[in-house]
């Protein structure tokens, strides 16, 4: 009863301080946005990228619709494909945000149970998962996401690789990042399982799995939420990385990083547009996510505020 009570309090608060700072509802808003266009690209884009049929080569390489020899079709211009640049952004939008919320999926519900078992259980299980994760903080994020790639490469056929490639990319991408969710709640556990409300759970003999995922984790839910945040900006940076690297997603659907890849070829010969505003999507969407993070991290730490 008190746990709730004390979840309802925060939800308030953190209610509150969101209403009352503009910055969160601007990085809200731009998010909420951003991923809607990306989630509706199918109904709002003007034309499909991916299909063959719905551009021409003919029309390649065309300023945007307001500069001299811009067409009126395309908005931002066009590629060296001719494909609309505007719905190659939508679906590359909407690519990158798959990749990054299946990625920070996959590594919360990885690193979490882990976290929370290592708290709890303590013991030998917190000693080999901690020295993991110790090993795999010595790499940086996407040294751990190329490996990860290359194994896949090495063990797959090319055809079957490429057919599994998001599914590669997203696993590639989340077991770099499970580490930060498994270190917070095993550090928030430690706290928790010393409480009242978990003895008397655990007297009444209620078993450890429901007394974690049950009792304990809805109580640390707070600091896991604001690393998710952070986490998601992260997770969309590396994808685009990776495809920017030719090693993400397939040329035939191509990702932001990939757009931004194909747009640099052409910087210095004049197109610029290609490059441009695919690296400012990318770039708003990662601050805006980023704004969010920050704001959970200060409303739920008091001392930060």
Do not use: C
Not at 172 to 177: D, K, P, T
Not at 254 to 277: A, D, H, K, N, Q
Request: glycine residues 8%; hydrophobic residues 55%.
């Amino acid at each position: 009863m008190l746990s709730r009570l004390k979840r309802a309090s925060v939800e308030n608060e953190l209610l509150y301080l969101f209403l009352h700072s503009r910055v969160a509802q601007l990085a809200a808003l731009i998010s909420v946005l951003m991923m809607g266009a990306a989630a509706l690209a199918a109904f709002v884009a003007p034309s499909n990228p991916y299909d063959l049929a719905s551009f021409d080569l003919l029309d390649s390489l065309l300023p945007p619709s307001y500069m001299d020899g811009g067409d009126a079709r395309f908005l931002i211009g066009t590629d060296d494909q001719g494909r609309d640049l505007l719905s190659a952004i939508l679906y590359g939008t909407r690519l990158s945000l798959t990749v990054g919320l299946l990625s920070v999926a996959f590594a919360s519900i990885l690193g979490v149970t882990l976290g929370l078992m290592a708290g709890y259980l303590g013991g030998r299980f917190d000693t080999i998962v901690m020295r993991i994760a110790d090993v795999q903080l010595s790499l940086p994020a996407i040294l751990t996401a190329l490996l990860i790639d290359g194994i896949a490469r090495g063990i797959l056929p090319q055809q079957r690789h490429d057919d599994l490639m998001l599914v590669v990319l997203t696993v590639a991408i989340g077991l770099s990042l499970w580490v930060n969710f498994a270190r917070t709640a095993r550090a928030s556990t430690f706290v928790e399982k010393n409480k009242e409300y978990v003895q008397a759970t655990q007297i009444m003999g209620m078993h450890p799995l429901r007394i974690m995922f049950v009792q304990i984790l809805p109580n640390i839910l707070g600091p896991i939420m604001v690393i998710l945040t952070v986490d998601l900006a992260v997770a969309i940076l590396l994808e685009a990385t990776l495809s920017f690297l030719g090693v993400g997603v397939p040329p035939n659907q191509p990702s932001l990083g990939t757009l931004i890849r194909i747009g640099t070829e052409y910087l210095f010969s004049g197109e610029w547009w290609i490059v441009i505003f695919p690296s400012l999507t990318l770039v708003v969407l990662i601050v805006a996510v980023n704004v969010l993070g920050d704001f959970l991290r200060d409303a739920l730490n008091p001392k930060l505020r």
